[in-house]
């Protein structure tokens, strides 16, 4: 089992010394990535920071945890402009980035910085991003004409170190998003869903995949909420997800900032070797 490192971005953890601090202490205790949330304003407030920026920030300062969003609402931003910010956190980091994908879920946000629509038109607006995203990383002159995106001779350089693109990990569950998720996915990564769903929701779109004709294996992760101070029910409880087929385990986040740190000590020298 890897472990996650999963840190929001809002009010309490935003200070630069913190973010600094956990994301180095994730990578000496063995996490394999820090995965951030992407918002610009959430339901307890608008203090938030720019969760792309916050990677860039930590790729001067580890050299092998993977950076990465939980997740980006892809149609939240211009996709060319988030294809190059992704593109420019993989060359920085040498190569270490993961892009969360979802469709967006807090409609404030996108009110005030984006374009909000009905969850059909988002997920129509993710699914012609990813393709743009996906033909700009391969470096060539795009020219793009979709029902909602347009480019005209965009370039991306550098493109990404990682071939042929840095790996998404889809946190969705609906259908229309579950099929980008089998086309695109190296991992799929739900929030706080039992181990018999995520059993058979993993089968499913895997199941999916192979129909697609892509016999790429499908990696399962998951974001849990659930907060632990004993390491027994906290290990019991990634061995049930683990038997539902879950190789990625993300939690930490919901502690206070102040014992976040310690808690990844803790999570390291007392959960990681039962699990």
């Not at 020219?143 to 990990?169: C, E, F, L």
């Not at 895997?206 to 697609?212: I, Q």
């Not at 004709?213 to 004993?230: W, Y």
Request: with cysteine; charged share 20%.
């Amino acid at each position: 089992m890897e472990h996650l490192l999963i840190y929001p971005v809002k009010r309490g953890y935003l200070d630069k010394e913190l973010i600094s601090d956990v994301g180095k202490a994730a990578e000496q205790a063995g996490f394999y990535a820090f995965l951030s949330w992407d918002h610009y304003m959430l339901p307890d407030g608008p203090e938030t920071l720019d969760a792309w920026s916050i990677l860039a920030f930590l790729a001067g300062q580890t050299t092998s945890i993977k950076l990465g969003t939980v997740v980006t609402p892809i149609p939240f931003r211009p996709p060319s402009q988030l294809a190059k910010i992704v593109s420019s956190v993989d060359y920085l980091s040498g190569g270490r980035t993961i892009l969360g994908v979802g469709a967006g879920w807090h409609q404030p946000e996108f009110d005030g910085f984006s374009n909000w629509g009905t969850p059909g038109q988002r997920v129509s607006r993710t699914e012609e991003a990813l393709d743009l995203i996906t033909k700009l990383w391969a470096g060539d002159e795009v020219r793009y004409d979709s029902k909602n995106y347009h480019s005209d001779g965009a370039i991306i350089s550098p493109v990404p170190v990682q071939t042929p693109y840095p790996p998404m990990w889809f946190g969705v569950r609906g259908k229309r998003m579950l099929n980008l998720a089998a086309k695109y996915a190296e991992a799929w990564i739900p929030t706080n869903i039992s181990p018999a769903l995520y059993s058979d929701g993993l089968k499913a779109l895997r199941a999916l995949r192979l129909e697609m004709g892509i016999d790429i294996p499908l990696k399962g992760a998951l974001q849990n909420f659930d907060v632990f101070t004993e390491a027994a029910p906290c290990v019991e409880t990634i061995d049930s997800y683990a038997e539902a087929g879950c190789e990625y385990y993300g939690s930490i986040w919901s502690y206070p900032p102040e014992e976040m740190v310690d808690r990844i000590a803790w999570f390291a020298e007392e959960v990681m070797p039962q699990v």
